[in-house]
């Protein structure tokens, strides 16, 4: 299985990003799905998850309200919508399912 990160770039604080992940050679419709980032200097953290058996959500407290995380199984991907950014989102966005399938990860900066 690879997956493969992309949408990110840098944005002003209170903008929006749309992040992509473009899963292939296994299908992902029976896989819980997840967001990770690593801020600058720091470890890697869960972000947000979404299950494959009823699509329901969960978001790490700093992101709740503002990250929509979805998927779409029949084209392989995986979304996380951030809306109102802060300068603390900037880290590298990481795509992943278990048991260790990573991509190689997508920079966020959120800069004036």
């Known amino acids: 299985l690879q997956l493969v990160e992309s949408g990110g770039g840098l944005v002003q604080p209170g903008g929006s990003l749309r992040l992509s992940c473009a899963a292939s050679g296994l299908p992902i419709s029976r896989r819980n799905m997840y967001w990770y980032r690593q801020p600058p200097g720091k470890g890697r953290e869960w972000v947000a998850s979404?299950?494959?058996?009823?699509?329901?959500?969960n978001y790490t407290d700093s992101v709740k309200g503002r990250f929509t995380i979805s998927r779409d199984n029949d084209k392989q991907m995986v979304f996380l919508q951030m809306n109102s950014l802060k300068p603390d989102d900037t880290a590298v966005y990481f795509c992943?399912?278990?048991?260790?399938?990573w991509g190689q990860g997508t920079q966020v900066t959120v800069s004036s």
């Open positions: 992943y399912t278990w048991p260790a399938y």
């Open positions: 979404i299950n494959y058996i009823d699509g329901h959500t």
